[in-house]
């Protein structure tokens, strides 16, 4: 089995910052592309940012210029680093990985979910 474990949301003020960190643990052959979505209350989640395995990334226009997404293929993790956050921001924010496990069945796995609050 594989999860994906998330930490690093919160509380913050407009215009601050947070850091996300989701990381993939268990029978893992090779992880592909990796991303963080967002959903906000009443809404559809949405992506917010991937990242290929060769480090190719993409962003929402919402979040272009404020948010970085990077991964550590070593440590099977992948980061949002959230910076100028706005009210709107505020979701619940979903880790998302496309693995090949060990037994080299591909399968798209969901973190938990991380709260990310921001008060104007």
């Known amino acids: 089995q594989v999860q994906l474990a998330e930490s690093g949301g919160g509380l913050v003020q407009a215009g601050g910052s947070l850091r996300l960190s989701c990381a993939a643990s268990?029978?893992?052959?090779?992880?592909?592309?990796m991303g963080w979505y967002r959903q906000a209350p009443g809404k559809q989640r949405e992506l917010v940012a991937s990242?290929?395995?060769?480090?190719?990334?993409n962003y929402a226009d919402s979040v272009k210029d404020r948010f970085t997404i990077s991964r550590d293929n070593a440590k099977n993790t992948v980061y949002l680093q959230m910076n100028s956050l706005k009210p709107e921001d505020t979701a619940v924010y979903y880790c998302?990985?496309?693995?090949?496990?060990?037994?080299?069945?591909?399968?798209?796995?969901w973190g938990q979910g991380t709260q990310v609050t921001v008060s104007s």
């Open positions: 998302n990985a496309h693995i090949t496990t060990s037994s080299f069945a591909l399968y798209n796995y």
């Open positions: 268990g029978s893992i052959f090779n992880i592909n592309a």
């Open positions: 990242i290929s395995s060769s480090g190719r990334t």
